[in-house]
């Protein structure tokens, strides 16, 4: 799961923004600097870290180096903080079923033999072979297509960018969750949210989501994210078992992960140490978002 779930986000925010139609409009006003958004966050003590918005993924690495101020910010830290170590050598089979259940009982009839045309067009036939995997390891085999079919990689995401340049420039490299922890949030994520995850992976394979998404983190647009967080947040689905399904998603996914990666940052500056720290912009912005915990504890949040 870690970060391919993020794609159903953006996939939330430009649904979120296509029925307001105000994409455009909002990005017309923009005043902030343009490029990916950082923030100078700062406790009375006047010690300082920094919070530099990420996005998983990128068509080519056109956009590095970024801009002077958040790369002196970089260079002006001795330690990096990521969510998790995403360049790590790790085992990550895909999970199956071991209760007798196949994903047939998992995901209903439309919707797999919809997934497994798709999977056909990438592999060319489909003999039953992924049947035994969870819906989850289905979300993120259908997502990899998604991804990799609208021209995107993650190679050239902007938390890898700084995890890469960390380890070659000797940094300091923290994780402020890690990959066992974001695992096991898959644990409360249902097959209703799943098979809702996957049918707008189905429906996005154009990859104007993640087009949309990219124009609003290039521009470092933090007034179109912020709305489009918080209208995702609040957005009411027809089946109530899915709204509140949903909701315990959102729990878990955002506003326990916001304060878990708020409180780490408030580590780092207690122990005087300058960290840079990077995490996905979908955690940062929002009425439950880091910068709100840590402005809501006293902290000094500057966007700069």
Same mark, same amino acid.
């Given at each position: 799961m870690?970060?391919?779930?993020?794609?159903?986000?953006?996939?939330?925010?430009?649904?979120?923004?296509?029925?307001?139609?105000?994409?455009?409009?909002?990005?017309?006003?923009?005043?902030e600097?343009?490029?990916?958004?950082?923030w100078?966050?700062?406790?009375?003590?006047?010690?300082?870290?920094?919070?530099f918005?990420?996005?998983?993924? =990128?068509?080519d690495? !056109?956009?590095?180096?970024?801009?002077?101020?958040?790369? &002196?910010?970089?260079?002006?830290?001795? $330690? /990096?903080?990521?969510?998790?170590?995403?360049?790590?050598?790790?085992?990550d089979?895909?999970?199956?079923?071991d209760?007798?259940?196949?994903?047939k009982?998992?995901?209903?009839?439309?919707?797999?033999?919809?997934a497994?045309s798709?999977?056909k067009?990438?592999d060319g036939?489909?003999?039953?072979?992924?049947?035994?995997?969870t819906?989850?390891?289905?979300?993120?085999?259908?997502?990899?297509?998604v991804?990799?079919?609208?021209?995107?990689?993650?190679?050239?995401g902007?938390?890898?960018?700084?995890?890469?340049?960390?380890k070659?420039?000797?940094?300091?490299?923290?994780?402020?969750e890690?990959?066992?922890?974001?695992?096991?949030?898959?644990a409360?994520?249902?097959?209703?949210v799943y098979?809702a995850?996957?049918?707008?992976?189905?429906?996005?394979?154009? =990859?104007?989501?993640? !087009?949309?998404?990219?124009t609003?983190?290039?521009?470092? &647009?933090?007034?179109?994210l912020?709305? $489009? /967080?918080?209208?995702?947040?609040?957005a009411?689905?027809?089946?109530?078992?899915?709204?509140a399904?949903?909701?315990?998603?959102?729990?878990?996914m955002?506003?326990?992960?916001?304060?878990?990666i708020?409180?780490?940052i408030k580590?780092?500056?207690?122990?005087?140490?300058r960290?840079?720290?990077?995490?996905?912009c979908?955690?940062?912005?929002?009425?439950?978002?880091?910068?709100?915990?840590?402005?809501?504890?006293?902290?000094?949040?500057?966007?700069?």
């Amino acid at each position: 799961m870690k970060k391919r779930i993020l794609l159903f986000l953006c996939l939330l925010l430009a649904a979120a923004l296509s029925m307001q139609g105000c994409l455009s409009s909002l990005l017309s006003v923009q005043t902030e600097r343009r490029g990916p958004a950082m923030w100078i966050i700062e406790d009375n003590d006047g010690h300082r870290c920094y919070l530099f918005g990420t996005f998983y993924a =990128g068509k080519d690495d !056109s956009m590095f180096p970024l801009s002077d101020v958040i790369e &002196d910010a970089y260079s002006y830290c001795s $330690a /990096v903080a990521v969510e998790y170590d995403m360049t790590a050598d790790v085992a990550d089979a895909a999970p199956v079923y071991d209760d007798g259940t196949t994903i047939k009982d998992h995901l209903s009839e439309n919707v797999y033999n919809a997934a497994v045309s798709l999977i056909k067009i990438r592999d060319g036939e489909y003999k039953g072979q992924y049947d035994d995997y969870t819906i989850a390891a289905w979300y993120s085999i259908l997502d990899q297509y998604v991804t990799s079919s609208s021209g995107y990689s993650t190679e050239y995401g902007t938390d890898v960018y700084f995890v890469k340049k960390a380890k070659a420039d000797n940094k300091k490299l923290y994780e402020l969750e890690g990959a066992e922890y974001l695992d096991g949030i898959g644990a409360y994520i249902s097959d209703r949210v799943y098979e809702a995850f996957i049918i707008s992976l189905l429906n996005s394979r154009g =990859g104007s989501s993640l !087009s949309s998404y990219d124009t609003i983190y290039k521009n470092g &647009d933090m007034t179109t994210l912020t709305y $489009a /967080v918080n209208s995702s947040r609040s957005a009411q689905y027809q089946d109530a078992a899915l709204s509140a399904d949903m909701e315990t998603y959102y729990t878990k996914m955002f506003t326990e992960r916001n304060i878990k990666i708020a409180d780490g940052i408030k580590e780092y500056l207690a122990s005087g140490e300058r960290v840079f720290v990077a995490v996905d912009c979908s955690h940062i912005v929002g009425n439950d978002g880091i910068a709100a915990v840590l402005q809501s504890g006293g902290y000094k949040v500057i966007r700069k």
